[in-house]
Each structure stands twice: as C-alpha cells, then as structure tokens.
C-alpha cells in the first residue's frame, strides 16, 4: 500500500506555512476576519508538525532506534504541553490574552500526526 502522508511531507508543511504565516501578518491580508483567525492559528498547527518532524529526527538519529507509536505519542503530548506553557506564559507575562483556539489548533495538528504516522507504521506496531 503506498504511504498517504510521512511525517517528513508534514515537517515541510509545517516549515513553509510557518513561513508564509510570519510573512502575511505583515499585510493587509490580516484585516479580513476570517483570515486573521486562520494566520492567528496556523503558526500553531505549522510549529506542531515541523517540531514533530525533527523531534523525530533527532530521536532516530540519537538513539539509532525505530520512532514508533509510542516514541510519536510520547513526543505529541511534550509538544502540546509546551504549547500549553507558552500559552500561560504569553497570558502571565506577555500581556498577551490566554488563547484557547490556539491550544486547540495543536491539539488537532498532533491528532492528524499521530493518525497518519500510525497508518504508515502499522506493521511497525504489531512486533513485540
């Protein structure tokens, strides 16, 4: 069965949406509600996927191990407290409001992660 997704194509995703998303808050383009929602989340989902990608990365090169399901979870779940903490310390010190679409936005960028690395590692999670 050929692969829908690697985590490789989401971390370039990731990579250049975050990008684009830097370079269109600098225009007009933020005027228009619906768009100034979705670059207000977007460097979320982008950041999520593009961290996920090298954390994975790192972990295969460091340990000269297989990233399996549980490495991905485990990795997931420090991205999205990460992202919680940066939330609470934007609100706390930042005098930045507390935005619960972002913790959401990263929440769902991981769920997507997790969901299409567990399609294309399922023969990687049956071995014991």
Known sequence: MKKFL???????????SWTGTI???????????????ILGIAPN????????????IIY??????KFKIKDALAI??????????????HDLFLNSPFDINDIIATAFALIIFLIIFYLNNKDLNTEV
Do not use: D
Request: aromatic share 8%.
């Open 6 to 16: 690697t985590t490789k194509t989401l971390g370039v995703i990731g990579a250049i």
């Open 23 to 37: 370079i269109l808050r600098e225009t007009t383009l933020n005027s228009i509600q619906v768009l100034n929602f």
């Open 45 to 56: 989902i982008a950041a999520a996927w593009l961290f996920a990608f090298l954390m994975e």
């Open 60 to 65: 295969s090169a460091l340990l000269k191990r």
């Open 76 to 89: 997931s779940m420090t991205i999205w407290l990460l992202s919680l903490g940066s939330e609470i310390i």
